[in-house]
């Protein structure tokens, strides 16, 4: 079955603000998403998501309350909720293979429906802006298009994306909204940031640079983060790449130069030296070939577990 808003078909294609237009509700939520003050969230609770990350966990889960991502120029950030049993999944998509993505988004909640009681899956949608290489446009529709070939029923209640998420300054294009986050018991999702962003940060972010495909991160059934292990190939050219100047990295490793976050270049700038220091992964980095384990302390802040099952 389709992609429903208020219980009707979406006719696709067609644009994200035709779309809104059709549909008022639909609009006025994302008038008021736009409207919000940006919210810190702390690293107590939270789980944050890189791009081509997923993540996915329910309101029983006791050491997660808060799935959030940010940093999404062309990018768009897709909630998917069952609102019978509240399971939640958020991942941050770039556009690489949104045909593979979905699936995964869907069965990943599904994995959690299996006893659900009533209830529907509703989806949200938030990121990109009106980019000159209309990357943002491409990719809502993908999303929209992907969503609406899925089997189940799937109600879309929030698109803020591409001209629907955009602002000009000085003839310059930009997002409106950056990051949002999701409070698992009570399903809001609201405007946010987030200055820390878990464990290993660099090394999850090298696995997307070298294209690594869209990956889950965390087993809701032991709470624990699993990074890993991964495998990439040595990042071309590195060393020039680090000898260049800010603007070169932004015009060249950036989707929409002008509209990344102030801290993007310095985010490459890591990323680069990591993946100079480590051409690929080893066992330094994954000792035994074994995945990265953390837990949540009981003050909600993330732990390294030192061997599996311990």
Known sequence: MPLLVEGRRVRLPQSAGDL??????LEERARLLRGQSVQQVGPQGLLYVQQRELAVTSPKDGSISILGSDDATTCHIVVLRHTGNGATCLTHCD???TKAEVPLIMSSIKSFSDHAQGGRLEVHLVGGFSDDRQLSQKLTHQLLSEFDRQ??????????????????????????????AVNIKTAEIYRASFPDRGPEEELRAARALTGGPMISIYDAETEQLRIGPYSWM??????????????QILENLSTSPLAEPPHF???IRSTLMFL????????????????LLYKKNEGGLWE???CPGS
């Open 234 to 247: 040595p990042f071309p050219h590195v060393d020039f790449w680090l000898q260049q100047d800010d603007q």
């Open 304 to 306: 390294k577990i030192s």
């Open 151 to 180: 089997e189940e029923d799937i109600h879309l209640v929030t698109l803020c994306v591409t001209e629907l998420n955009d602002r000009e300054e000085n003839e310059n294009h930009f997002p409106i909204i950056y990051g949002i």
């Open 95 to 97: 556009g690489t293979d």
């Open 265 to 267: 270049v310095q985010h």
């Open 276 to 291: 100079k220091k480590h051409p690929s992964p080893t066992s330094v980095l994954f000792p035994g070939n074994k995945a």
């Open 20 to 25: 809104v237009r059709a549909h008022p509700r």
